[in-house]
């Protein structure tokens, strides 16, 4: 069994490969500053070290601990905050990673496997659903923060001799996907209409997103590792199916009993009107392809939505 390093593992996506790690028999250091992750997220087989992944102590831990392979999911990850301050969103997810090459390059590190975004490298892609070989157009800092951060990766992979594995996830939801910080609309959707309150559709409501389970994502990552391909590798994790916002609500009132009316706004500007990966490289190269069907995962995901909220 592996031992294997997980940054950002008391998030959402994160947790999820913790779990599957510990289930799989193999020793697990979590790193995680817990701005958006949660202790409880982290399974108590688990090690965590509540550190940034830009401190130097958590170079020296990796350096100590020695990981053969490495799962980095730590990450500046909104949007809007890094058009606000690029500044900062460079610092966590270019000097981070940079930083964590480093020690993984001392420790003998032989695989990374980097949590990449799709929609966010391609912007508004001429081809849906979209290859990896379309044109890499980031429409914001966050997009180009991680488009660095795979050229970094094929830049250790090639010179290092590390197998490095970038998979540009679609819109990832699931249990432990909350409404606040990290969630997505699906986990705003379910959480508004569980408590009967409105949902705000920004534009026509006709915007299209590939949504992709998070069990779904944990199983791309471990087939990585499995594979560990000796070239750098980026590749699309998503359905290919598009759905609309208006589908999406659609489908969650359904399920939820209907409580909660659809309010209008104003579009938001630099929103994607169309997104969906192309995951059939990911077929060819890891033997991957998605198991859960929309309609089942979004029952599932309320399920729990609901069973917290009864819980709190």
């Known amino acids: 069994m592996a031992r294997t390093l997980v940054t950002g593992g008391a998030g959402f996506i994160g947790s999820h490969i913790v779990d ?26 688990a090690e965590l070290v509540e550190l940034d992944v830009r401190d130097e102590r958590a170079a020296e831990l990796v350096r100590g601990f020695g990981p053969e392979v490495i799962f980095h999911h730590a990450a500046q990850m909104d949007v809007r905050k890094s058009v606000a301050d690029p500044m900062y969103d460079a610092d966590v ?13 001392d420790a003998g590190t032989r695989q990374v496997v980097f949590a990449s975004s799709g929609g966010a490298i391609y912007g508004e892609a001429g ?41 540009r996830y679609a819109n990832v939801y699931g249990p432990r996907q909350d409404p606040y910080g990290e969630g997505g609309v699906v986990a705003i959707f379910t959480s508004r209409l569980l408590a009967a309150e409105p949902c705000c559709v920004f534009g026509d409501g006709e915007q299209t997103r590939d949504y992709t389970h998070v069990h779904d994502v944990v199983a791309a990552n471990l087939a990585a590792m499995e594979a560990a391909p000796e070239e750098p590798v980026c590749l699309n ?9 208006n589908e999406l609500y659609a489908e969650l009132s359904a399920i939820t009993g209907g409580r909660g009316e659809l309010r209008p706004e104003p579009a938001r500007a630099g929103e994607l009107l169309r997104s969906a990966l192309d995951g059939r490289r990911a077929r060819a190269v890891l033997g991957w392809e998605p198991q859960i069907p929309l ?4 029952r599932e995901y309320v399920k ?6 009864g819980a709190a």
Request: proline fraction near 6%; charge should be neutral; aromatic fraction near 6%.
């Open 20 to 45: 599957a790690l510990v289930d799989r028999g193999h020793g697990v250091l979590v790193i995680d500053n817990l701005v958006r992750g949660k202790r409880e997220n982290v399974n108590p087989a």
């Open 93 to 105: 997810n270019i000097l981070g990673i940079i930083n964590l090459m480093e020690a993984a390059t």
């Open 127 to 167: 081809q849906v659903p979209t290859p990896e070989t379309a044109p890499l157009n980031p429409e914001s800092p966050y997009g180009v923060s991680k488009l660095c951060s795979e050229l970094y990766l094929g830049y250790y992979g090639r010179g290092k001799g590390m197998s490095c594995v970038s998979l």
């Open 237 to 245: 994790i998503g359905t290919g199916q598009e759905t609309t916002v």
């Open 295 to 298: 309609r089942d995962g979004l």
């Open 304 to 309: 729990y939505m609901a069973g917290q909220k």
